[in-house]
T-cell receptor, first 118, second 115 residues
Framework: AQKITQTQPGMFVQEKEAVTLDCTYD???????LFWYKQPSSGEMIFLIY??????QNATEGRYSLNFQKARKSANLVISASQLGDSAMYFC???????????????FGQGTELSVKP | DGGITQSPKYLFRKEGQNVTLSCEQN?????MYWYRQDPGQGLRLIYY???????QKGDIAEGYSVSREKKESFPLTVTSAQKNPTAFYLC??????????????FGPGTRLTVT
């Protein structure tokens, strides 16, 4: 069964330092997408970055980069130069190329709560 | 601006009452979804819709119902049959359902409290 595992319930990082949030996944599909979302206390889910299973290069979006290690089935999020506004819950999610009737749902991990210290 | 709107942000209901949560998108997306989030947990899929007048159950559909009469709208009704309705509900949309590489865009969510 498809599964996303985030082993860090909470993380602390000093402002301006980099932090890595871990994510491992399990799938038998060859074609899948990996996503990271940020959820601040307001509740909305903000899309951060995406990595396709066939992408050879790690995805980057501004201060966010995704350390994709396909053989290890890991997709860690790296946030460089942390800011106070980065304090939030972070969710890793996966989506497979399923058949039309299986919904293409996102499968979410349990999340990591990141706290940035001034 | 294109996006997804959900209303209301906070909703309070008495046990035994049905309640409908609104979700509207102007992104011209075919696919729409409803997720439920409980404290300290990730999201779980309730229902999804691939096109107008079509919808399918997700992982936790019991006690919920939906309709998709218009492409832009996908309301969710939480019925009295839902045993633990208090939760945060998020609506999302994407270009298609089946594509693994389609990003899902989320609305701001509705926090439902049933007492």
């Amino acid at each position: 069964a498809q599964k996303i595992t985030q082993t860090q319930p909470g993380m602390f990082v000093q402002e301006k330092e980099a932090v890595t949030l871990d994510c491992t996944y399990d799938t038998s599909d060859q074609s899948y997408g990996l996503f990271w979302y940020k959820q601040p206390s307001s509740g909305e889910m903000i899309f951060l970055i995406y990595q396709g299973s066939y992408d050879e290069q790690n995805a980057t979006e501004g201060r966010y980069s995704l350390n994709f290690q396909k053989a290890r089935k890991s997709a860690n999020l790296v946030i460089s130069a942390s800011q106070l506004g980065d304090s939030a819950m972070y969710f890793c999610a996966m989506r497979e190329t399923l058949s039309y009737n299986q919904g293409g749902k996102l499968i979410f991990g349990q999340g990591t709560e990141l706290s940035v210290k001034p | 601006d294109g996006g997804i709107t959900q209303s209301p942000k906070y909703l309070f209901r008495k046990e035994g009452q049905n309640v409908t949560l609104s979700c509207e998108q102007n992104l011209n997306h075919d696919a729409m979804y409803w997720y439920r989030q409980d404290p300290g947990q990730g999201l779980r899929l309730i229902y999804y819709s691939q096109i107008v007048n079509d919808f399918q159950k997700g992982d936790i559909a019991e006690g919920y119902s939906v309709s998709r009469e218009k492409k832009e709208s996908f309301p969710l009704t939480v019925t009295s049959a839902q045993k633990n309705p208090t939760a945060f509900y998020l609506c999302a949309s994407s270009m298609t359902v089946a594509g693994a590489f389609d990003e899902q865009y989320f609305g701001p969510g509705t926090r439902l409290t049933v007492t």
